[in-house]
């Protein structure tokens, strides 16, 4: 009696062994399968992230990326045949925006994501929509002060956390004194810092330097200045996609090189170069 409770026991335990191994290796559904069972765009954005993401005047989201999210919804619903796409969009900043992808929560996000390997999650990035690179927001009367006559630990430079200007500025500046700014306000903070002079720069890629200034009524080339000229870094954007997910990266990308999106972004980049020269090796081919 007990060999037989014990037999069927083991039984049981081996099947359901096998099922759990079984539902283990069963294919994940992908994100282009799940948008046509749900009809829903899953999407994490910065809402002060200018000129990407922002929120105008009536509240509303605009920005480059939000053309670029029409755009995909647009080639979505050519490609599944599909009439109807929701967007439902999540608040993403830099500490959460890969996690939100590489747990599923979100299908992409879109901002200024340097692309680049991130060995943390399992994600992976378009090809690149934007390119921009690093530079230093500083007093326009300072500018000849801090080029030739500062030593370089007597330079307070502010970064934004977490980013790959922090490591840039860390690598290249170590005896400089450098200032974190966090939150969703951080480069705006910055920016502010330099104007009230706690900090003598503000590090940035240049369009985001550009878009903080301007969001806040600051006069580029009249009172502030953007060294260099040309950016000393080449930061390349791209969409963060799930990893390993070929038909889904091959739609976005598909959208990314359209004539379409490089319209868009186009006029960007005409109001960019009014204050920055973008380097001759840093293009989207």
Request: glycine letters at 6%.
């Amino acid at each position: 009696m007990f060999r037989t409770t014990l037999t069927k026991l083991f039984t049981i335990s081996l099947l359901s062994g096998i099922n759990l191994f079984s539902h283990s290796l069963a294919r994940a559904e992908t994100v282009l399968e799940r948008i046509e069972s749900r009809g829903l765009l899953r999407v994490g954005i910065s809402a002060n992230e200018i000129p990407f993401s922002y929120r105008d005047n009536n509240q509303e989201l605009r920005g480059i990326c939000l053309d670029l999210i029409n755009l995909i919804k647009k080639e979505i619903k050519n490609t599944l045949n599909r009439q109807i796409i929701t967007i439902h969009f999540y608040n993403s900043n830099l500490n959460n925006r890969f996690q939100l992808v590489g747990d599923g929560i979100v299908d992409l996000e879109c901002g200024a994501n340097s692309i680049r390997e991130i060995e943390e999650y399992e994600v992976s990035f378009s090809e690149p929509f934007f390119v921009t690179g690093i530079q230093f927001l500083v007093v326009r009367d300072k500018a000849n002060q801090l080029i030739n006559d500062t030593a370089i630990e007597d330079v307070r430079i502010g970064v934004l956390s977490n980013t790959t200007t922090e490591e840039y500025v860390r690598q290249r500046f170590p005896q400089a004194q450098i200032n974190l700014f966090t939150g969703i306000n951080g480069s705006a903070l910055g920016v502010r810092a330099v104007e009230n002079d706690r900090i003598d720069a503000f590090a940035d890629d240049g369009i985001l330097l550009l878009g903080a200034a301007t969001s806040l009524n600051m006069s580029l080339n009249r009172d502030f200045i953007l060294l260099p000229q040309t950016p000393v870094t080449c930061e390349k954007y791209g969409l963060i996609l799930p990893k390993n997910d070929p038909d889904w990266k091959e739609l976005v990308d598909r959208v990314i090189i359209s004539n379409e999106e490089r319209e868009i972004v186009g006029d960007w980049f005409a109001v960019a170069n009014r204050f920055i020269n973008n380097r001759g090796d840093c293009t989207i081919n």
